[in-house]
């Protein structure tokens, strides 16, 4: 039972993987489980009661965890010491702070770790006491939903439907488990019929195959049922990420390449509950920067688009390097070289994404590039389920030089400051105000970002809805200031050409996640837009207005050159609209830490405005509420339903047939029915009334009040149902079954009294009998299924034996 206890929790845990980056949180719950369950054998080898079992289990967990994480500062590697304690304590304040930063997958760090591995052994502690030591398997199943539950509270997506289907098999195999040492107790089962006369030799242990071939069967239906249910349920079926089709057909003139819209896609694939990889790569760069797909350069009042694109043959990237980056200058570059490979459940891609800017494409196929944007497209070929490398120049621009880079070129001047006349004029002055004092264009930058991030109060939401006009864009910067990427995206850039800085929309993913050395995995909540601004010298450099962590897009990175020089300082002359805000330090210009590992501490802000860092901690935190909240409605299930059973036996209207008194005399008997129960007392269903009560109270032992007032409740008892009413007030009848039910209290050991105020066992009654008739019907099923196959076999051995000579 130990054994399938431990395994009932590590199945269980199989939920928990999309909250990690990587699977080695498995095996060091493992070691936990192993350790609580080799505790919980010695305990029971030594007779040593439950609770200290209990106590002995989280003592082996805290030597395994001392061992595994702080051996060093261990007395022997694994006896705690003072100075283990404190490493101990070090490693869960900083696994706390990373799972405030990080959105899930976390990477796997050992304060991570270390929590996943706390969490998992408490659990198993938890279930070797209920299902092991107290023989309550049923209820063993709530920490192990409470385990499950935790995926759910912290992330929008759900759990796979094969780790749900591996927990629940783990908790149907410790039922049957339970069940079968349950019957083992009562001796060998008998059965009513009998096929041979020939005497049987008895089995050393009862033979319970029929009813464990029965609860296979309907663990495994209910297991199926649960599965296979949610697909039948009407709903919106996964589409093609962006919906782009591949269908044009490509002649050798001048074409114009649409699609539908891109950030209409963005919204989609944000909200989509069937998070999953759609793209991995390898790539030179330590820090790799952003996957771009489209740049929009043209805003019409209410939406972001792009410029229709001209394409024409010589645009082919096959064989040839492509355009060089518009306004890359002087400024220190890197060379990086990114290998892609794009999953097949990714549909229908036309446009590659690829760290900006592209310098050369190796891809089979029709594939070209606008020169203007250096966005790689194909007329009617799709890169799903292909490979290809992209070598790109990455600018390590630093910021002095894009302090400097304020005069621009009158073609980027005429495309990308151009704005409609529709757009309130309450936006401009709310940007000129928040740059107030700013001395150049990039300082100017950097506070539009640091509004958005931190000082301005915006929330990242993605049950808003996408914008659409620019009302819609109004009402995001001025009053709801509730959006996602799409809305802080969009309504910078349009802040930044109300400044004269040329700005555009990119959209793509960003950098993902890091699994290797060099190896990342890109997922559909990857994706994402942001603004991208020109500096000459410089040319476009991306910034990151959205809030990241774990209350924002969380592998959102600000780039390290979006932090303000230390002269920058936030001016005293906050806007109006935000009169409670706060100045910022130099160090705390972008959002809060991202959640990728992968990018070096220097890339993410190491402070933040006191806005964000307060609303991130306050995310965080509801989330683990929930889940807490959720864990304690489940452990007050059973005694809720049994204070509603006591509330409907009392307060039900009699029937037609029957008067109010007979109607409390049956419920007075019902609730002390379930009293004894609750308590551990036999009840004997063949009992009268009568004989009940006087059993009862032998066994009890009980005084005289409460003898008389259980005399009194059986006599009533016997009156509703032998007579033709009953005589004793309804108001008597509740005072004696107070006065019984505190007298078994009394009688009963601590541990048992807590079980019927925690677990009343007489909540599961009505389950049981289904069960049981379920399991009665299999039986007969079985049995008819076994005497008609042993009918045939003897039919057919009679037409097979052979005449005798005469």
């Given at each position: 039972?130990?054994?399938?206890?431990?395994?009932?929790?590590?199945?269980?845990?199989?939920?928990?993987?999309?909250?990690?980056?990587?699977?080695?949180?498995?095996?060091?719950?493992?070691?936990?489980?192993?350790?609580?369950?080799?505790?919980?054998?010695?305990?029971?080898?030594?007779?040593?009661?439950?609770?200290?079992?209990?106590?002995?289990?989280?003592?082996?967990?805290?030597?395994?965890?001392?061992?595994?994480?702080?051996?060093?500062?261990?007395?022997?590697?694994?006896?705690?010491?003072?100075?283990?304690?404190?490493?101990?304590?070090?490693?869960?304040?900083?696994?706390?702070?990373?799972?405030?930063?990080?959105?899930?997958?976390?990477?796997?760090?050992?304060?991570?770790?270390?929590?996943?591995?706390?969490?998992?052994?408490?659990?198993?502690?938890?279930?070797?006491?209920?299902?092991?030591?107290?023989?309550?398997?049923?209820?063993?199943?709530?920490?192990?939903?409470?385990?499950?539950?935790?995926?759910?509270?912290?992330?929008?997506?759900?759990?796979?439907?094969?780790?749900?289907?591996?927990?629940?098999?783990?908790?149907?195999?410790?039922?049957?488990?339970?069940?079968?040492?349950?019957?083992?107790?009562?001796?060998?089962?008998?059965?009513?019929?009998?096929?041979?006369?020939?005497?049987?030799?008895?089995?050393?242990?009862?033979?319970?195959?029929?009813?464990?071939?029965?609860?296979?069967?309907?663990?495994?239906?209910?297991?199926?049922?649960?599965?296979?249910?949610?697909?039948?349920?009407?709903?919106?079926?996964?589409?093609?990420?962006?919906?782009?089709?591949?269908?044009?057909?490509?002649?050798?003139?001048?074409?114009?390449?649409?699609?539908?819209?891109?950030?209409?896609?963005?919204?989609?694939?944000?909200?989509?509950?069937?998070?999953?990889?759609?793209?991995?790569?390898?790539?030179?760069?330590?820090?790799?920067?952003?996957?771009?797909?489209?740049?929009?350069?043209?805003?019409?009042?209410?939406?972001?688009?792009?410029?229709?694109?001209?394409?024409?043959?010589?645009?082919?990237?096959?064989?040839?390097?492509?355009?060089?980056?518009?306004?890359?200058?002087?400024?220190?570059?890197?060379?990086?070289?990114?290998?892609?490979?794009?999953?097949?459940?990714?549909?229908?891609?036309?446009?590659?994404?690829?760290?900006?800017?592209?310098?050369?494409?190796?891809?089979?196929?029709?594939?070209?590039?606008?020169?203007?944007?250096?966005?790689?497209?194909?007329?009617?070929?799709?890169?799903?389920?292909?490979?290809?490398?992209?070598?790109?120049?990455?600018?390590?621009?630093?910021?002095?030089?894009?302090?400097?880079?304020?005069?621009?070129?009158?073609?980027?001047?005429?495309?990308?400051?151009?704005?409609?006349?529709?757009?309130?004029?309450?936006?401009?002055?709310?940007?000129?105000?928040?740059?107030?004092?700013?001395?150049?264009?990039?300082?100017?930058?950097?506070?539009?970002?640091?509004?958005?991030?931190?000082?301005?109060?915006?929330?990242?939401?993605?049950n808003v809805q996408a914008p659409r006009h620019v009302n819609d864009l109004e009402d995001f910067v001025l009053t709801s200031r509730r959006g996602y990427c799409e809305q802080f995206a969009?309504?910078?850039?349009?802040?930044?050409?109300?400044?004269?800085?040329?700005?555009?929309?990119?959209?793509?993913?960003?950098?993902?996640?890091?699994?290797?050395?060099?190896?990342?995995?890109?997922?559909?909540?990857?994706?994402?837009?942001?603004?991208?601004?020109?500096?000459?010298?410089?040319?476009?450099?991306?910034?990151?207005?959205?809030?990241?962590?774990?209350?924002?897009?969380?592998?959102?990175?600000?780039?390290?050159?979006?932090?303000?020089?230390?002269?920058?300082?936030?001016?005293?002359?906050?806007?109006?609209?935000?009169?409670?805000?706060?100045?910022?330090?130099?160090?705390?210009?972008?959002?809060?830490?991202?959640s990728n590992p992968g990018h070096r501490p220097d890339e993410r802000d190491q402070s933040v405005g006191t806005d964000a860092q307060h609303n991130?901690?306050?995310?965080?935190?509801?989330?683990?509420?929930?889940?807490?909240?959720?864990?304690?409605?489940?452990?007050?299930?059973?005694?809720?339903?049994?204070?509603?059973?006591?509330?409907?036996?009392?307060?039900?209207?009699?029937?037609?047939?029957?008067?109010?008194?007979?109607?409390?005399?049956?419920?007075?008997?019902?609730?002390?029915?379930?009293?004894?129960?609750?308590?551990?007392?036999?009840?004997?269903?063949?009992?009268?009334?009568?004989?009940?009560?006087?059993?009862?109270?032998?066994?009890?032992?009980?005084?005289?009040?409460?003898?008389?007032?259980?005399?009194?409740?059986?006599?009533?008892?016997?009156?509703?149902?032998?007579?033709?009413?009953?005589?004793?007030?309804?108001?008597?009848?509740?005072?004696?079954?107070?006065?019984?039910?505190?007298?078994?209290?009394?009688?009963?050991?601590?541990?048992?009294?807590?079980?019927?105020?925690?677990?009343?066992?007489?909540?599961?009654?009505?389950?049981?009998?289904?069960?049981?008739?379920?399991?009665?019907?299999?039986?007969?099923?079985?049995?008819?299924?076994?005497?008609?196959?042993?009918?045939?076999?003897?039919?057919?051995?009679?037409?097979?034996?052979?005449?005798?000579?005469?």
């Amino acid at each position: 039972m130990t054994i399938i206890a431990g395994l009932a929790t590590l199945a269980s845990s199989v939920g928990l993987y999309p909250l990690f980056a990587s699977g080695g949180w498995f095996w060091s719950g493992l070691g936990a489980v192993v350790a609580v369950a080799a505790a919980g054998v010695l305990m029971r080898r030594f007779r040593v009661p439950a609770v200290f079992s209990a106590i002995g289990g989280l003592a082996a967990l805290h030597l395994y965890l001392t061992a595994r994480f702080a051996a060093d500062d261990a007395l022997l590697g694994i006896i705690p010491t003072p100075g283990s304690l404190r490493k101990l304590g070090d490693l869960m304040g900083s696994g706390w702070d990373s799972a405030n930063q990080y959105a899930a997958p976390v990477p796997l760090a050992p304060g991570i770790l270390l929590l996943s591995s706390a969490g998992i052994g408490l659990v198993a502690v938890i279930v070797d006491l209920l299902a092991v030591r107290l023989r309550r398997a049923a209820p063993a199943g709530l920490p192990l939903l409470a385990m499950y539950s935790v995926p759910a509270a912290v992330r929008e997506d759900s759990v796979s439907w094969l780790a749900f289907g591996v927990g629940a098999l783990g908790y149907l195999a410790l039922l049957m488990t339970d069940a079968r040492e349950q019957v083992g107790g009562w001796g060998r089962v008998v059965f009513t019929r009998r096929w041979s006369e020939e005497a049987e030799a008895r089995p050393e242990r009862p033979d319970a195959s029929g009813m464990a071939a029965s609860g296979r069967r309907i663990g495994i239906a209910a297991v199926v049922t649960a599965v296979l249910l949610p697909t039948l349920i009407p709903g919106i079926h996964p589409r093609g990420m962006f919906g782009m089709g591949g269908d044009g057909s490509g002649g050798e003139g001048s074409q114009t390449v649409t699609t539908p819209d891109p950030l209409v896609s963005l919204k989609r694939e944000l909200t989509e509950t069937n998070d999953q990889v759609v793209l991995t790569y390898q790539t030179s760069d330590p820090h790799p920067d952003y996957l771009r797909m489209y740049a929009l350069d043209k805003f019409d009042g209410d939406n972001w688009t792009y410029s229709p694109l001209q394409s024409s043959p010589d645009d082919s990237i096959k064989g040839r390097d492509l355009p060089p980056a518009p306004g890359l200058g002087a400024t220190s570059t890197n060379t990086v070289t990114t290998k892609i490979k794009v999953k097949r459940e990714f549909k229908k891609l036309t446009f590659l994404p690829a760290p900006y800017a592209p310098t050369r494409v190796s891809i089979k196929g029709d594939w070209r590039v606008h020169g203007p944007s250096l966005m790689v497209y194909s007329l009617h070929d799709s890169a799903t389920g292909r490979t290809y490398t992209v070598q790109s120049t990455k600018a390590v621009p630093n910021q002095d030089q894009l302090a400097t880079g304020g005069s621009y070129p009158s073609d980027v001047m005429a495309t990308y400051v151009d704005l409609p006349k529709n757009i309130s004029p309450k936006v401009e002055d709310l940007a000129t105000s928040v740059t107030r004092g700013a001395p150049n264009a990039y300082e100017k930058a950097v506070r539009l970002q640091r509004w958005f991030t931190s000082t301005g109060g915006y929330t990242y939401d993605t049950n808003v809805q996408a914008p659409r006009h620019v009302n819609d864009l109004e009402d995001f910067v001025l009053t709801s200031r509730r959006g996602y990427c799409e809305q802080f995206a969009a309504s910078m850039a349009v802040m930044a050409r109300m400044l004269k800085i040329p700005a555009r929309v990119a959209m793509g993913f960003t950098a993902g996640t890091q699994v290797g050395p060099r190896d990342w995995q890109v997922r559909n909540r990857d994706m994402h837009a942001w603004p991208e601004l020109y500096f000459e010298g410089v040319g476009w450099v991306r910034f990151e207005p959205t809030p990241s962590g774990a209350t924002g897009q969380g592998t959102a990175i600000p780039p390290v050159y979006s932090q303000p020089p230390a002269s920058g300082e936030q001016p005293s002359d906050q806007p109006s609209s935000n009169p409670n805000s706060t100045p910022s330090s130099a160090a705390s210009a972008s959002s809060s830490p991202g959640s990728n590992p992968g990018h070096r501490p220097d890339e993410r802000d190491q402070s933040v405005g006191t806005d964000a860092q307060h609303n991130g901690d306050n995310g965080t935190l509801a989330a683990w509420l929930a889940g807490s909240l959720l864990v304690l409605l489940l452990l007050a299930a059973p005694m809720t339903v049994r204070a509603l059973t006591r509330r409907r036996r009392w307060t039900a209207p009699p029937s037609q047939t029957t008067t109010p008194e007979v109607s409390a005399a049956h419920a007075a008997w019902s609730e002390v029915h379930a009293d004894a129960l609750d308590h551990g007392l036999a009840w004997r269903p063949s009992d009268t009334p009568r004989a009940a009560a006087r059993r009862l109270s032998q066994l009890l032992e009980l005084d005289a009040e409460a003898s008389h007032a259980l005399t009194r409740i059986a006599r009533a008892e016997e009156l509703a149902r032998y007579a033709r009413e009953t005589s004793v007030p309804h108001s008597n009848l509740r005072a004696d079954v107070r006065t019984v039910h505190t007298a078994m209290a009394a009688a009963v050991g601590r541990t048992t009294r807590w079980r019927a105020r925690l677990l009343p066992p007489s909540t599961m009654t009505g389950f049981r009998a289904t069960t049981a008739q379920l399991m009665e019907t299999a039986n007969r099923l079985n049995a008819k299924a076994s005497g008609f196959r042993l009918s045939e076999r003897l039919r057919l051995q009679e037409r097979l034996r052979l005449p005798r000579r005469k």
